[in-house]
């Protein structure tokens, strides 16, 4: 095989003969969304699916949810929507952290690529999910520009793909499929420890969009994801 000097190692790994998209070994996986709770919602499934295979699996939250938390005083929230994704990241075997903007106040200027570019790469990610930027939530756009621009400045050094979370995302047609079948009961208990959130009022539409990308891929439910063009193909659970 042409071996050329260019290609990062984590690429060459990838590209290495017929193991071509077979998992490598000890994977980073970063998945980013606007709030605690929408990771989960958007790919829970896939996230249980990279930790039962040993990979690392970061929850990156852009705030702390900190515009809404059910009846309790907004004073509380930050705290009580930081503990929930905690206990849901125990569930994913996943680990949170938080990029530290405002819940409804996202900020998308010069400072705030070069901070939440900071944020990313400091985890130095071999694959990154994210919002698909045309979203309902000014927050799940916001963080999607994000990832956008510190992927473009970064080099493009991980692979990025975008996902979808219930009544927010539109015009999204996903292209990639994981099969989150056997880990329904892990993905569910991810959601619902989000229980400010109210989670009977989104999870079974969810639910609805998994199965339909289940039908569309062969499987009882699956998660479905979009690849940016320009990005190299990341290795997702078979
Ligand atoms: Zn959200």
């Avoid at 077979?22 to 699916?49: F, N, Q, S, Y």
């Avoid at 079948?181 to 999870?203: G, I, L, N």
């Avoid at 190299?232 to 078979?238: D, E, I, N, Y």
Wanted: with cysteine.
């Amino acid at each position: 095989m042409y071996y050329n000097p260019c290609v990062d190692i984590t690429r060459r790994r990838l590209l290495g003969g017929a193991a071509a998209l077979a998992l490598p070994v000890g994977m980073k996986v970063v998945v980013a969304g606007g709030h605690p709770g929408d990771p989960e919602c958007g790919c829970a499934g896939t996230i249980a699916r990279y930790s039962e295979l040993g990979h690392e699996v970061v929850l990156l939250y852009l705030n702390r949810g900190e515009g809404y938390c059910g009846g309790a005083e907004l004073g509380r929230c930050a705290g009580i929507r930081t503990k929930e994704a905690l206990g849901a990241c125990e569930i994913l075997k996943a680990r949170a952290v938080f990029a530290g903007q405002y819940d409804g106040r996202a900020v998308v200027d010069a400072p705030h690529y070069d901070a939440f570019a900071k944020v990313l790469a400091a985890e130095k990610p071999d694959v990154v999910f994210t919002h698909w930027p045309i979203d309902r939530h000014r927050d799940h756009r916001a963080i999607s520009m994000l990832t956008l621009d510190a992927w473009w400045k970064g080099g493009k050094t991980f692979a990025l793909y975008y996902y979808e979370v219930a009544e927010d995302t539109t015009m999204f047609s996903p292209a990639e499929y994981v099969d989150i079948t056997a880990v329904e009961a892990r993905r569910r208990a991810a959601c619902y420890a989000h229980v400010s959130q109210q989670p009977d009022k989104w999870y079974p539409k969810q639910v609805e969009i998994t199965r339909a990308r289940g039908a569309e891929s062969g499987f009882a439910q699956a998660e479905g994801f979009l690849r940016h063009p320009e990005s190299r193909k990341a290795a997702l659970p078979g």
